[in-house]
């Protein structure tokens, strides 16, 4: 059961997540930059603006006059995830490999005393 972290609700995490997607059941060590991900502020110069025909928000840069769907950050956050899910990979690689030596090891031993 996914538990409310750091103020967010869980519906609106998983929901979050999802949008990053990012599977709760799967990588629940991948929660931690989903909230961040949802708390963070607005880079500087950056305003949520509503589009008048659609009622859908977009962002809009003051400073730059640049308009933008995708939040600033949005980018940022997938980054983190991916050098995450890469990170995390690579530690379960490792350590399944550590796990075939000893059990190679293992054999090896059993080998040489019959």
């Known amino acids: 059961m996914l538990q409310a972290e750091n103020g967010v609700s869980s519906a609106e995490l998983a929901e979050f997540a999802e949008f990053m997607a990012?599977?709760?059941?799967k990588?629940?060590?991948?929660l931690g930059i989903v909230v961040e991900a949802m708390k963070a502020p607005l880079p500087e110069f950056w305003i949520e603006c509503e589009d008048m025909t659609s009622g859908q928000y977009y962002y809009?840069?003051?400073?730059?006059?640049?308009?933008?769907?995708?939040?600033?950050?949005?980018?940022?956050?997938?980054?983190?995830?991916?050098?995450?899910?890469?990170?995390?990979?690579?530690?379960?690689k490792q350590g399944h490999?550590?796990?075939?030596?000893?059990?190679?090891?293992?054999?090896v031993t059993t080998k040489a005393q019959e």
């Open 22 to 25: 990012v599977d709760i059941v």
């Open 27 to 30: 990588e629940p060590y991948l």
């Open 60 to 92: 809009c840069n003051t400073h730059t006059r640049q308009t933008t769907w995708e939040h600033p950050l949005d980018k940022h956050f997938k980054n983190l995830l991916f050098v995450e899910r890469r990170k995390y990979k690579e530690r379960a």
């Open 97 to 107: 490999r550590a796990v075939q030596g000893v059990v190679a090891d293992a054999d």
